[in-house]
């Protein structure tokens, strides 16, 4: 008996592995009709995209399809590439306020070995909630714990899939330096002020001294004179040298002044600012030193009393007047998980104020996924390219615009989703009919 149930468990597990492996296609596919945009060479209008294999086997005015293929006629709708959520919790967070559903972050200040993909759950309501509106991949970021400064690696994953293995396209994605903050506001009682500054120069002390450690363990390493390996500080060697982003997370203009300044003494050769609301104060500075910025939400109010209540609005487009790398994002917090579908309309209050539509567009699709090391599967409509993409029937960055049909990697998926199964329910109320 227990040999027979260990084999049924080998097995069942080759089974999960395999599936993990092999991509979801629902076969060949060609999308017909509608207007193509690409992202990244314009739209073609009234064009046909094959799907096959989960990827984008070809597209163009016109395209050769085998005779078996599905055809789906979609005239007068828009296919887009699938939105990138660059900083997000989804899968590590549920409901904010049940503790219990909160998996975002480890105890204690230095936490580089932490990997987000782990703890990511499949099952999350709010996945099937994003991609309704075109959020199909997301860089899940592991979160600082109260005294926190490295908070750990990334993943890039699709949001599709029965395990974390399945649902994962790259891993780590980064690593995650919270930046301690050191702005604070004039109001505040003088005790409390002094309890946060004391508490900011700890979180700074603690990742002076971890580098130094990672430094001393990398220059063991390369003499070969480690006997017993170090996790935090083996994953801590891809970002010292080189290999790997380091992903820091700063709002105040002197916030991020010290971390660009930190980063330089440390030869920190790969960083990418993420938050930023004061990023478009540096921007010459980032543009010269080729830092990409992941911005935050527009939608909040500015930093100081006298500044434009536009200025939030307005950074996207002075950054990218400088020549910095812009890609848009959500806050990456337990709240703005259940709103990632909100994405689209993050990058549409950024293009009101003078970034522009298609470079708001881009920097929800192409640009992340460059900054993330993927736009060669990721990020536009382009041959070999996964086949990640929705169909909308109007301008997707419009909130009125409804996305009707999503694939990723070739699998179309069920657009129903808790909001809307809630929808239903009580309409069917209102409309006098008996309770499903």
């Known amino acids: 008996m227990k040999t027979s149930l260990s084999l049924l468990f080998a097995a069942l597990l080759a089974a999960g592995a395999v599936h993990a492996e092999a991509p979801r296609a629902d076969g060949t596919v060609l999308l017909t009709g509608a207007d193509l945009v690409t992202v990244s060479h314009g739209t073609i209008k009234g064009g046909e995209l094959l799907i096959r294999d989960g990827r984008i086997a070809a597209l163009g005015a016109k395209v050769d399809a085998p005779a078996d293929a599905e055809r789906i006629d979609l005239a007068g ?86 395990t974390y293995e399945d649902m994962t396209l790259a891993t780590p994605s980064g690593m995650h330096l919270f930046w301690p903050e050191a702005r604070l506001p004039a109001w505040l009682p003088e005790d409390f002020r002094k309890r946060a500054k004391e508490a900011a120069g700890k979180k700074l002390a603690a990742l002076d001294l971890a580098m130094r450690d990672a430094r001393a363990y990398q220059a063991a390493k390369r003499a070969g004179t480690v006997k017993t390996e170090d996790l935090r500080w083996e994953a801590m060697l891809p970002v010292l040298d080189g290999k790997e982003a380091l992903f820091v997370h700063a709002e105040s203009s002197a916030d991020i002044r010290d971390a660009l300044a930190f980063a330089q003494r440390e030869k920190i050769a790969r960083l990418v600012l993420v938050g930023g609301q004061d990023a478009w104060r540096l921007a010459d500075e980032l543009a010269a030193r080729k830092i990409p910025v992941i911005l935050g939400t527009s939608q909040r109010l500015p930093l100081r009393r006298w500044e434009a209540y536009d200025t ?67 990020g536009s409509l382009d041959v070999g390219k996964d086949a990640t993409l929705f169909v909308a029937d109007g301008d997707a960055l419009d909130a ?37």
Do not use: C, F
């Open 312 to 378: 939030a609005y307005a950074n996207a487009a002075k950054l990218v007047q400088a020549g910095v790398t812009v890609a848009i994002a959500n806050q990456g917090e337990s709240q703005a998980a259940s709103n990632e579908r909100n994405l689209p309309y993050q990058a549409a209050s950024y293009a009101a104020y003078g970034m522009g539509e298609d470079a708001a567009l881009r920097a929800i699709t192409l640009t992340p996924a460059e900054i993330l090391g993927v736009a060669d599967r990721l």
């Open 400 to 436: 009125r615009t409804r996305v009707q049909r999503a694939w990723i990697r070739g699998h179309e998926l069920d657009m129903a989703n808790r909001q809307t199964r809630l929808y239903e329910k009580y309409k069917s109320k209102y409309e006098g009919k008996p309770r499903p």
């Open 77 to 162: 709708k828009r296919v887009y590439p699938g939105y990138i959520a660059a900083n997000s919790v989804l899968g590590l967070t549920e409901i904010e306020a049940v503790r219990a559903t909160n998996d975002m972050a480890e105890v204690g200040a230095i936490n580089p070995n932490t990997r987000a993909q782990v703890a990511i759950n499949p099952d999350s309501e709010l996945l099937p909630v994003a991609r309704a509106n075109g959020v199909l991949t997301a860089n899940v970021v592991p979160q600082p714990g109260k005294s926190g400064v490295i908070a750990g690696q990334s993943a890039l994953v699709k949001l599709d899939g029965w």
